[in-house]
């Protein structure tokens, strides 16, 4: 039987979830996973390869199989921005845990991430930053157990908002 005892965080590139996901992990004592790193060791390739190679399409479909299938119990997963398009993929995440939706606003990642179109972010060639934060704000929100609001806080501070969050919810 899977035991829910998995954090998993979501939200937009640039939202911290890898650069937090450790700092997390080793608070709470947990595995860390990055699924992004998951999807580039299986297929020998980096996620820009991949976008580049079979279009933006195919590494969300490769991404969804492959959160699919994971097997990742009393882990920090830090997922890609782009796993809320896989509905299979995030019920099997969310089969293992709590699903913790790192917010930012618009502007606050905009100041964070300064290569949006070379980052090799899953998005339709031409679409604005802000057209496809409006689109996966809302899938964000969907799949979100719990929301830790990001602008404006240094990692340190995210970190603690997220522990006491999770400490509130396990008492
Ligand atoms: N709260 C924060 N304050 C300042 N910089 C941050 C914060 N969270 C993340 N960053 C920075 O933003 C960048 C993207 O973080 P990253 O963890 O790769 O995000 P994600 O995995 O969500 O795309 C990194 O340079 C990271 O240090
Ligand atoms: O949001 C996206 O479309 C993506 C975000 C990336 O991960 P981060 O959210 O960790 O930057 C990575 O999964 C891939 O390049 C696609
Ligand atoms: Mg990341």
Redesign the pocket.
């Known amino acids: 039987m899977k035991r829910r005892n998995s954090i998993v965080l979501i939200?937009?590139?640039?939202?911290?979830?890898?650069?937090?996901g450790v700092l997390l992990a080793k608070e709470m004592a947990l595995d860390f996973v990055d699924t992004d790193v998951l999807i580039q060791a299986r297929k020998g390739k980096t996620l820009q390869q991949i976008i580049a190679e079979r279009g933006y399409l195919n590494l969300r479909s490769i991404e969804g199989e492959i959160i699919a299938s994971a097997h990742l119990p009393r882990h920090v997963i830090?997922t890609g921005?782009s796993v809320v398009y896989s509905e299979t993929g995030m019920a099997n995440l969310r089969s293992f845990g709590t699903v913790v939706f790192?917010e930012c606003s618009a502007e606050e990642l905009r100041r964070?991430i300064h290569n949006y179109e070379s980052r090799g972010i899953a998005k339709a060639p031409g679409q604005t930053f802000e057209a496809l934060f409006t689109e996966r704000q809302a899938l964000y929100r969907q799949y979100a157990d719990m929301t830790v609001r990001?602008d404006g806080?240094?990692?340190q501070e995210?970190l603690e908002q997220l522990v006491e969050a999770l400490e509130r919810k396990r008492s």
């Open positions: 939200g937009m590139p640039g939202a911290g979830k890898s650069t937090l830090a921005g790192l964070r990001c806080l240094t990692l995210v």
